[in-house]
């Protein structure tokens, strides 16, 4: 019964993903057709102005928005589940702020060694481990499901203002290259780093689907499953890698994005009213992906009338949903 | 079953000492103690959350020191005094976590932990409770609930911490009852901490007493009455 409820749902987020990608890839300033659709995906050199328009932008940009809503929807579930707190996630523990700092650092002092993509990605991923183990640390003495919020507020100031310093000591190129990536966008991602991109990103899911039994678990709070077996040490260590890997390739490509992480893993709770992670996981994946190309259809129609940033669209959404929750969940 | 040997019992001070005391299968035991004597730091010392003090804990002829982290579940369940329920995680689903233990590393039940669960459910008459949310569910059902997880772990042992703290007085009744059976039944050794001094002098429960005078644990094997519990522990 349960379970037939959870199908239910997943297939219609599956088809709803479907018909949101299709609208995705044609919708837009120029009009492109079916047919230049598989001629990109399956021709071999020769591309029409069109097609090249469709392999260069209109398919990395939403196979971007897929693996960003997905990826930042499981790190926030993974954050969710091992805090034991609806309001975590990676943008609000600061989590990208790691990531953000070590980005920053590598395009602004405009070091060869971190300057290739691969080594931006790479420091992104890094810089958000990093913040993810203080966070850890943090939420060791902190009991409070909100102290542990502001202290992943506070994480974010204080990185941001580190920034601003390094920002002022760059020369004019680093600074615009750095300002640019800020921004936040899905359109920066490259043809030839969607491989990367996407092992990452299924990699990323495989590991999570192997958290499975200690998320499970940790559901039932950390003092309960220590005393059924759990190893909380390799459990802690474990999810703040995953959501590292998440959240690092993520940010490293798109820039910060709020509210996706937070607000997605709630939804999908609500929808799917279970707490078994193999369900949650698939949930999470599917809903995160439909919100953002949604987000982005939205930003791609009203284009000719105002131009949305990303994370100005996610944050509108995103923040009155916060509140909702701090007023049903968290008193 | 469970042997103690110039036990020290306490987190940063040592709180109480048991001199030479082995508790047996079969048995369900009463601990009995003012608040902040160590009944908590005893129970939660055997889990091994709360380092030992001093001397050594047996468990089935082994050190408790050595035996592997993943084994103590195997030997030794804890129900904690208040479970608040869940959202969205059904009583079934949340007594099952119970086999983790068993379960492999992604925590597939196998038709015979799907058994042992029902087996556990039906015991406990909470059949028709198993499809609700945990949220849902009064506080006495909840306990049951928590006691139905540490009975599917299959422990030999189990220790309760207050399960009856938060409890109307028919549950209380209920509870401590259905635990005797248990502990007959299943011959599992059950030490159970609660400050239902009359509930237990009229099951005859064999009582653990943490004596206030000389910081010491001693064990009443069937104590006459109230007086002589009391005047132990105050």
């Known amino acids: ?4 409820r959870i199908l239910f749902y997943l297939l219609l987020a599956t088809i709803l993903l479907l018909v949101f990608s299709i609208l995705h890839i044609f919708v837009g300033q120029i009009s492109l057709s079916s047919s230049d659709f598989f001629r990109a995906v399956f021709k071999n050199g020769n591309y029409s102005n069109e097609e090249i328009l469709m392999r260069e932008f209109r398919i990395p940009r939403l196979l971007m928005a897929i693996v960003a809503g997905g990826g930042l929807a499981l790190a926030g579930m ?5 805090f034991n707190n609806p309001l975590a996630g990676p943008y609000v523990l600061g989590i990208n702020s790691g990531s953000s700092l070590l980005v920053a650092l590598s395009i602004l002092t405009g070091s060869t060694f971190l300057g290739s993509e691969l080594s931006l990605v790479f420091s992104a991923i890094v810089g958000a481990f990093i913040f993810g183990l203080l966070i850890l640390l ?3 003495s902190v009991k409070s499901h909100l102290s542990l919020l502001l202290i992943g507020l506070m994480l974010g100031s204080f990185t941001s203002a580190l920034v601003s310093i390094l920002e002022m000591g760059a020369g004019a190129e680093q600074f615009k290259a750095f300002a640019f990536w800020g921004m936040g966008s899905l359109q920066q991602i490259e043809l030839s780093q969607i491989p990367l991109l996407m092992l990452t990103f299924l990699g990323s899911i495989g590991a999570s689907f192997l958290l499975v039994k200690p998320l499970n678990m940790l559901v039932i709070g950390e003092n309960s499953a220590v005393m059924l077996g759990l190893s909380l040490r390799k459990t802690r260590i474990l999810v703040i890698a995953v959501t590292a890997l998440f959240t690092g390739l993520i940010t490293a490509f798109c820039g910060p994005i709020a509210f996706v992480g937070l607000a997605v893993p709630n939804i999908t709770k609500l929808v799917f009213r279970t707490q078994q992670h193999t369900w949650l996981i698939l949930g999470n994946v599917l809903i995160g992906a439909l919100f953002l190309v949604v987000c982005d259809v939205l930003i791609q129609s009203l284009e000719s009338v105002i131009h949305l940033p990303l994370n100005a669209l996610t944050s509108i959404i995103g923040a009155p949903f916060v509140i909702f929750i701090l007023l049903k969940k968290v008193r | 079953m469970i042997g103690f040997k110039s036990t020290l019992i306490g987190f940063k001070t040592s709180l109480f000492e048991i001199e030479n005391l082995y508790l047996f299968p079969g048995n369900l035991y009463l601990l009995a103690g003012k608040n902040g004597t160590g009944k908590t730091t005893f129970l939660k010392t055997i889990m091994r959350t709360v380092p030992l ?6 468990i089935k002829g082994t050190d408790l020191k050595i035996i592997e982290s993943s084994t103590l579940p195997l030997l030794v369940a804890f129900v904690e005094s208040r479970f608040v329920g869940i959202p969205f995680l059904s009583l079934k689903e949340y007594i099952a976590l119970g086999r983790a233990p068993h379960t492999n590393a992604f ?6 932990d799907n058994e042992k669960v029902d087996e556990v459910i039906s015991l406990l008459n909470l059949s028709s409770y198993q499809d609700k949310f945990t949220d849902e569910l009064s506080d006495g059902i909840r306990q049951l609930g928590a006691i139905a997880r540490a009975l599917v772990q299959e422990a030999p042992i189990l220790l309760l911490d207050e399960p009856t703290a938060f409890l109307d007085f028919e549950n ?5 009852r259905t635990l005797k059976e248990i502990a007959v039944s ?3 050794c059950i030490i159970c901490s609660s400050h239902d001094l009359d509930l237990s002098i009229e099951l005859a429960l064999p009582t653990l007493a943490v004596s206030s005078e000389e910081n010491k644990l001693i064990l009443l094997d069937s104590p006459l009455n109230k007086q002589q519990i009391i005047g132990l522990i105050c």
């Open chain 2, 172 to 176: 209380k009744d209920l509870l401590m």
């Open chain 2, 53 to 58: 003090h001093g001397g050594s804990i047996q």
């Open chain 1, 1 to 4: 019964m349960m379970k037939r």
């Open chain 1, 138 to 140: 943090f939420s060791l």
């Open chain 1, 78 to 82: 993974l954050m969710q589940t091992l």
């Open chain 2, 186 to 188: 299943q011959n599992k």
């Open chain 2, 107 to 112: 925590g597939r039940l196998t038709p015979k």
